[in-house]
């Protein structure tokens, strides 16, 4: 029993360790592909680096077609798979993780909140009533990745405790900013595509109550799930997040029922197959394989096996790659006017640092305070306020709104000036806060 119970431990322990290592390594290709943009925005093929983003793709089938610019297709397609995997992560965090039960999640959610609001206040009193007004979710948003990556850059000197927490509350921050996409920046509902959304998601749902462990045909809708959301008005990436939230997330058997069937089918193996040395043709023992294969599906999840599949995927391919069609801005000489003078510019900078910071600390304190929640355990005040700073990194999520919060070009490049700005100032101070803090520790 002692050995179940350690194995079922570590298969809790494991996935998140693996998260951490493939964010790292997603990290530093989101990196790559930021500074390669930024390079080729101000160098002489700046003029090519942006025109490729613009090259129209279609795919027709029969007299139904979609049609759009390259970039479209990565910030309203491939991101679709981005949004599905978070939906995923949410979900799985919720039933088994750090945000299964109040007493766990009620730290990470209330300290997202305030880094979700006070940015965004901040950013509405610097441009309300002007044009960059429609902005304000534009800093609300923490980016799991840098942040993640700050903090693997300091090695084992951050406890596990603290980076659990960083990625409890960015993923509460990224639900928090799929709401703010649905419900303030969609556009214009077109009822019958609407309905039909509705009909696929109830689809999916009833392929969740009826049992089915297969992923394809999850996967299929899904496919149709996105095509009506594209044409119902509701930004196309939702459809990742409604998919995700069907993918059925419990086992069929227990670990004790795994381990009793498993134990039975290799105790009764069939070993007559003496001459076995290239491929197992024996029609018993292939039976024998699959009878193994359904035991592990049961064990296994349907969301679980999708997530381990998409998440590589996500963070070492997708995000990269938005982020070199979206993060290529040419500063130019007003760069240094534009931070001083653009009210866009300005409210996503005090916005990113100064609010998330007073967001995070300030609801943090007020909770545990007010005894709604409590610091975890080898997590203290120093460690919230190193996150709080790390918090400021803005990037992946803050691009996106600001393609669905603004049309104007100039808005645009203010934004991204401001998003880029706020974001490597909030990494170097939070690497540097939470380097000396517990570089202190550690010599104490």
């Known amino acids: 029993m002692n050995e179940q119970m350690s194995i079922i431990g570590d298969s809790l322990i494991r996935p998140v360790l693996r ?26 093929w700046a003029e090519h680096y942006f025109q490729i983003w613009s090259v129209p793709i279609s795919i027709a089938v029969g007299d139904m077609s979609l049609s759009g610019s390259l970039q479209h297709w990565i910030n309203d397609g491939l991101m679709v798979i981005f949004f599905l995997v978070i939906g ?5 965090e919720v039933l088994v993780g750090e945000l299964a039960g109040w007493q ?27 044009p960059g007004a429609p902005g304000w979710g534009i800093p609300m948003a923490t980016d799991i990745a840098f942040s993640l990556g700050c903090l693997m850059i300091l090695g084992d000197r951050i406890p596990t405790s603290l980076k659990v927490f960083l990625l409890a509350m ?15 920046y969609t556009s214009e509902i077109v009822m019958p595509y609407l309905l039909l959304t509705v009909v696929v998601t109830a689809a999916l749902i009833a392929l969740n109550i009826f049992k089915v462990r297969k992923l394809s045909p999850y996967l299929i809708l899904g496919m149709i799930l996105w095509i009506v959301v594209e044409n119902s008005g509701i930004h196309a990436t939702l459809a990742g997040v ?7 997330a419990r086992s069929v058997y227990k670990p004790e029922e795994f381990f009793e069937e498993a134990e039975r ?6 070993l007559q197959n003496e001459d076995f040395y290239i491929m197992c043709v024996d029609q018993e023992q292939r039976n024998a394989l699959k009878s193994i294969e359904s035991a592990v599906g049961k064990l296994d999840t349907p969301l679980q096996r999708l997530e381990d599949k998409l998440h590589p995927i ?42 998330k910071q007073a967001g ?17 355990q080898g997590v203290n005040w120093k460690g919230i306020y190193g996150l709080s700073c790390l918090a400021g990194i803005g990037f992946t999520m803050s691009l996106f709104i600001t393609n669905l919060s603004f049309t104007s070009l100039e808005l645009i490049q203010e934004a991204k000036i401001g998003i880029m700005t706020a974001s490597l100032l909030a990494a170097i101070i939070g690497t540097i806060v939470m380097g000396k803090l517990f570089s202190r520790n550690n010599e104490e």
Do not use: C, H, W
């Not at 089918?265 to 069939?270: A, H, K, L, S, T």
């Not at 995070?360 to 975890?376: D, E, N, R, T, Y």
């Open 265 to 270: 089918i290799i105790g009764n193996f069939p």
């Open 19 to 44: 998260f951490f290592k493939t964010q790292n390594t997603g990290s530093k290709l989101l990196l790559a592909a930021t500074i390669t943009a930024l390079f080729l925005a101000n160098s002489p």
């Open 88 to 92: 995923l992560e949410i979900k799985r």
């Open 242 to 248: 409604l998919l995700a939230m069907t993918i059925p």
């Open 360 to 376: 995070i600390m300030l609801f943090s304190f007020a909770a545990v305070k007010a005894g709604l929640a409590s610091l975890p």
């Open 170 to 184: 960015a993923i509460v921050d990224d639900l928090g900013a799929i709401i703010v996409i649905a419900v303030f």
């Open 104 to 130: 766990k999640a009620s730290l990470p959610l209330i300290a997202a909140i305030g880094g979700m609001l006070i940015p965004a206040f901040i950013y509405y009193i610097v441009n309300a009533g002007g």
């Open 314 to 355: 996500s963070a070492m391919f997708i995000i990269p790659l938005f982020a070199f069609a979206n993060a290529g801005v040419n500063f130019g000489q007003d760069a240094v006017q534009l931070i001083i003078e653009s009210k866009v510019t300005l409210g996503i900078i005090l916005g990113l640092l100064l609010g």
